[in-house]
């Protein structure tokens, strides 16, 4: 059930409960390639983005009991990846540690600021209520995008704030916040060639 690194800064995990069946393989150092398949198309179009603006290389296979909510399999498949991201980068050593992303899509904005912290923390601010209510592609709630953010971010011990600057449409509502933490997240995990050692005055992250 732990994640396991497969070589570099290359992790994976295989998660199976009663609700859902998970497999996440994911490579920091890539090319933005992806692999996903996890029963919500919405969801696949989402890590998609994910994958290929942070240019992290992601294989999601995942089965679960979607004919009675997409909601188990979404949430596994985030604290999956959020296991793995932990294991791949390691002890953190020479990275720039932060990032920060502001993306438009349309009449969407987002900005997204991540800080490989190692103390888990996710503040997400500017969806109206409504979102929450939206049905995207048929299984995707709105209200899923701050639960998938969430997720990931505990299970990867990392400090994300997320915030939607402006958005009328649902989609670009969800795709502009995914792109802009996809972008702070590719910042944040680069080698930074000016850092030598683990960037924290702590000497560990």
Known sequence: MAAELISGRKASMKRTTSESDVYVELD?????????????????????????HSLMDLTVEATGDTHIDVHHTVEDVAITLGEVFKVALGD?????RYGEATIP?????????????????????????????HLIGGHFTGAMTRH????????????VHVDLLRGRDPHH???VQFKALARALRQAIE???????????????
């Open 148 to 159: 998938v953010f969430e997720s990931f971010t505990f299970h990867a011990a990392i400090n």
């Open 105 to 133: 899509m349309d009449e969407a904005l987002a900005r997204a600021t991540v800080d490989l912290s190692g103390r888990p923390y996710f503040v997400h601010e500017g969806e109206s209520e409504a979102q929450v209510y």
């Open 92 to 96: 953190k050593r020479g990275i720039r």
């Open 173 to 175: 509502i969800i795709e």
């Open 191 to 205: 080698d930074d060639p000016r850092v030598e050692g683990i960037p924290s005055t702590k000497g560990a992250l």
């Open 28 to 52: 920091l150092d890539g090319t933005g390639t992806s692999n996903i398949s996890t029963g919500v198309p919405f969801y696949d179009h989402m890590l998609d983005a994910l994958s290929r």
